[in-house]
């Protein structure tokens, strides 16, 4: 098969055609020294906005970025046997009798 020279003129001109002539500008064309300095004081405005180290918390003995913690963590330690449970069932008995599932049914339901 042979090469069309003219393909990319082609191509272009097809494009321009169907979307207009800012869709086949090049964009170094429209950037200009003002909006070089404009666009580095933007982002040394939002550095100052953001800080680059995210404040950090303690949690037994790690540290850990602040940021991966809601205000509000839900306490997932039954305090009477001391396990840890990732059963969203214990959250809803966590909330309201202070105890995972397995407490509940052996110390509270009972009575």
């Known amino acids: 098969m042979k090469q069309d020279p003219n393909y990319i003129a082609k191509l272009e001109k097809a494009i321009k055609e169907k979307y207009g002539e800012e869709a086949i500008v090049n964009p170094k064309s429209l950037w200009s020294e003002d909006k070089e300095k404009e666009y580095l004081q933007q982002l040394k405005d939002s550095s100052k906005k953001h800080p680059q180290k995210p404040e950090r ?54 009575r």
């Open 57 to 110: 918390i303690e949690i037994n003995g790690i540290n850990v970025s602040k940021n991966l913690f809601r205000e509000r963590q839900s306490n997932r330690v039954c305090p009477d046997c001391e396990t840890y449970s990732f059963d969203s069932k214990d959250d809803v008995y966590m909330s309201k009798f202070k105890c995972c599932f397995k407490c509940y049914v052996t110390n509270i339901e009972g």
